[in-house]
Nanobody, 128 residues
Framework: QVQLVESGGGLVQAGGSLRLSCAAS????????MGWFRQTPGKEREFVAA????????YYANSVKGRFTISSDNAKNTVYLQIKSLKPEDTAVYYC?????????????????????WGQGTQVTVSS
């Protein structure tokens, strides 16, 4: 099994930046890919970005392309989400997730049900 802990969220003014972190522990050798999702009350969990460990191939939602950057550090068993030019609509709880099978496709990366383990989430609030 894998345990995930997110950190780095907070209250930020529009236009500012944040870097979210997700530290993984446990059976990390079965961690083939990591994803970031976000969710607001009453809405579906939304895909943000994902990264494949084998070659660091990345996937992004259209809504965050150009502003969000996902990266990984396997020595620290950590994945990051660098966010710039924050907008009020970015306000959400951000979750990281682990997939215990290879990331084969864009569908695998974008679909929440394709991930096995989830962190507790970190709140990002962007003020106008």
């Amino acid at each position: 099994q894998v345990q995930l802990v997110e950190s780095g969220g907070g209250l930020v003014q529009a236009g500012g930046s944040l870097r979210l972190s997700c530290a993984a522990s446990g059976r990390t050798f079965s961690n083939y890919g990591m994803g970031w999702f976000r969710q607001t009350p009453g809405k579906e969990r939304e895909f943000v970005a994902a990264i494949r460990w084998s070659d660091t191939y990345t996937y992004y939602a259209n809504s965050v392309k150009g502003r969000f950057t996902i990266s990984s550090d396997n020595a620290k068993n950590t994945v990051y989400l660098q966010i710039k030019s924050l907008k009020p609509e970015d306000t959400a709880v951000y979750y990281c997730a682990d997939r215990s099978f290879p990331l084969y496709s864009d569908y695998d990366a974008r679909t929440a049900s394709q991930y096995e383990y989830w962190g507790q989430g970190t709140q990002v609030t962007v003020s106008s």
